[in-house]
């Protein structure tokens, strides 16, 4: 049996094997984790889907590799059983066969001569370090010193990703010393243009820019966009929210936000207009059953989409529950695989930052996503001419005019924003 590099998302090409928690010749429990592995996006753990014992190493502690390649190999008993291990993935492996070597801390630091982006060197540590905070550190030029006198959270200590950004956020809060003539010339470099040549200064994009850069053009390319924006009175929801705020943090030990208002508003329209509750498969459009809604997040290098599943079977302290877990587990890098595959509509939140409102890049290959803008007190014109202080927001929905139409994304975009606007609290429990 293959133990594979399993798919972690879908805007993730590649995986790195940070530590085997199993030696070749070890006994394997089905279930039982057997890798450690980590991406841009997720640290995790890839368990034995079958009982036996360890029979191959062929990936080395902090290798990349792609998606789908063999890692391992389990002897199960049973001969004919050479396949992956996950169902979905394509064998690729080489002949890289053999016991892995144990791997130190390698990192690389700038050599004296070297300027930023020349030639680097390397310095050997025992402390281990992931590819990832490795290639984070290469990017923000960070020395090895600096690496080993940073106090890490992960297991056994070790320096995880979010110990470096910590750290990162730590040092951009400093107040900077000026920075000497020499110093302001080596930040720039002379670039050609129709104009002439200009200073500009080199920012080179990560991995995970790059692949989110790629995937967003996609979309794009695939589905022609278009975006719909409704005003929602919030008013209601807000006023209740406010007010039953403490109940329900007692009741239920979650704080009361307005996303689980927004989702269980979506999942509601979306059983009214199923048609949104969809995703494109060829010339097939597939209406799903169940909503899988997928809740973006955003991170310090980018934006993951935890799935709730089968959301349109909860109820509203659940919906709370589930996306409040999400994001957690988002922020503290501790999401799964499989939380990040299904989703059949996403939201995305960028109101919580202050947005007005947004036009959002389809997650593919879905119908649409709604994009929630900022919720302001304005002065509103009632229907009886009345001037009153109303809590509006502008609701965004971009969808797939290949097989949803204008008409179709009206309906939704204006049951939601009924749902909200009559809310019913009681729903809430609070």
Do not use: C
Not at 333 to 339: A, E, F, I, N, Q
Request: proline fraction near 4%.
């Amino acid at each position: 049996m293959n133990i594979v590099m399993p798919k972690l998302g879908e805007s993730v090409e590649e995986g790195t094997v940070i530590r085997w928690l199993k030696k070749v010749g070890d006994t394997i429990e089905r279930d039982e984790s057997v890798v450690e592995i980590t991406t841009d996006k997720i640290d995790t753990d890839i368990p034995a889907i079958a009982g036996g014992v360890l029979s191959e190493i062929r990936v080395a502690e902090g290798t990349t590799v792609g998606i789908g390649e063999v890692i391992g190999v389990i002897d199960t008993g049973d001969e004919e059983d050479d396949g992956p291990g996950d169902a979905e993935a394509v064998e690729q492996a080489g002949d890289s066969g053999g016991k892995a070597e144990t791997i130190e801390a390698d990192e690389l630091t700038p050599a004296a001569e070297a300027g930023d982006g020349g030639p680097l060197r390397r310095r050997r540590s025992e402390r281990f370090y992931s590819p990832l905070v490795l290639r984070i550190a290469r990017e923000e030029r960070i020395d090895m010193a600096t690496l080993e006198s940073l106090e890490g959270t992960g297991k056994g200590g070790r320096l995880t990703r979010d110990d470096l950004l910590s750290y990162l956020e730590r040092r951009a809060s400093r107040i900077p010393e000026p920075a000497t003539e020499q110093e302001d010339e080596s930040e720039y470099v002379s670039v050609s243009r129709p104009a002439g040549t200009e200073e500009a200064r080199v920012v080179n994009l990560d991995t995970l820019r790059k692949t989110i850069a790629k995937h967003m053009v996609l979309s794009k390319q695939v589905s022609p966009h278009v975006t719909s924006v409704s005003e929602v009175d919030m008013t209601h929801v807000v006023r209740f929210r406010d007010e039953a705020r403490e109940r329900f943090q007692q009741k239920t030990g979650i704080r009361l936000t307005l996303t689980p208002f927004f989702i269980t508003a979506i999942v509601d329209a979306l059983r009214a207009n199923p048609m949104l509750n969809a995703t494109m498969d060829g010339d097939r459009v597939l209406q799903w059953k169940h909503v899988n809604m997928g809740l973006a997040v955003g991170l310090e290098k980018g934006v993951v989409v935890p799935v709730i599943r089968h959301a349109d079977e909860m109820d509203f302290a659940e919906i709370a529950a589930a996306a409040h877990d999400l994001a957690k587990r988002a922020h503290d890098r501790k999401l799964t695989p499989d939380d990040l595959k299904g989703s059949t509509f996403t939201l995305t939140n960028p109101g919580m930052w202050a947005t007005l409102f947004g036009t959002p890049i389809i997650n593919q290959p879905e119908a649409g996503i709604i994009a929630t803008g900022s919720v302001k007190k304005q002065v509103v014109v009632q229907a009886d001419d009345s001037l009153a202080i109303r809590s509006m927001m502008f609701l965004s929905l971009s969808f797939d005019h290949r097989f949803i139409d204008g008409l179709n994304a009206a309906r939704f975009i204006r049951d939601i924003t009924q749902n909200l606007e009559s809310f019913d609290t009681d729903r809430v429990g609070a």
